[in-house]
């Protein structure tokens, strides 16, 4: 079977689920395997178990699978899906993913989870508005080591050192 043929199935809407699978366990080593990632993880009918898969464990996946035309329906299925993937397997994520859209650095900002913030600050591709709604949040006192990255990160807004990093609540005696 030649490249144009499995791109041509594995693009197919009708291809069913199980056969996108095979495509994919199939051809994930080989050279042009990207482009049959990319199909695979665009097309509607990829199961939720791939989909899932693509996006936490493929390189720059996220946000392909993000733009799946099936994804609403599925969030409106389970409006807690992206943030689930974010909150399960965010060390993957943010390994394999340099670049995620600002819609995705939403997502993950919402979920409020340490280790996701932390990668976001770590990250040098956070959009600036992220990084800034990041220093509005941070308790300095609980979190040096994200207020130090956020005062050094590329993307920081001049302003980042000026901004009011949430102080702690005085102690009274």
Partial sequence: MYI???LEKATDPCTHPDELYQIYDEHKVRGYKRQIIEAIGSNPNTSLELLEYLFTKEP???DIVFDNPVMPLLILEDPLLVTNWFIQS???IFRYNK???LELQNI???TENRDIILHLVESKTTAPSIIEEIAKRVNIA???????LLKKHPNAPENITNLQLK???LATV
Avoid at 142 to 148: D, M, P
């Fill in 4 to 6: 144009e043929d499995i």
């Fill in 60 to 62: 720059n996946m996220a």
């Fill in 90 to 92: 965010h060390n993957s």
């Fill in 99 to 101: 670049l995620l859209s």
């Fill in 108 to 110: 993950a900002l919402r």
């Fill in 142 to 148: 609980q979190n040096s080591v994200i207020a130090n």
């Fill in 167 to 169: 102080k702690p609540p």
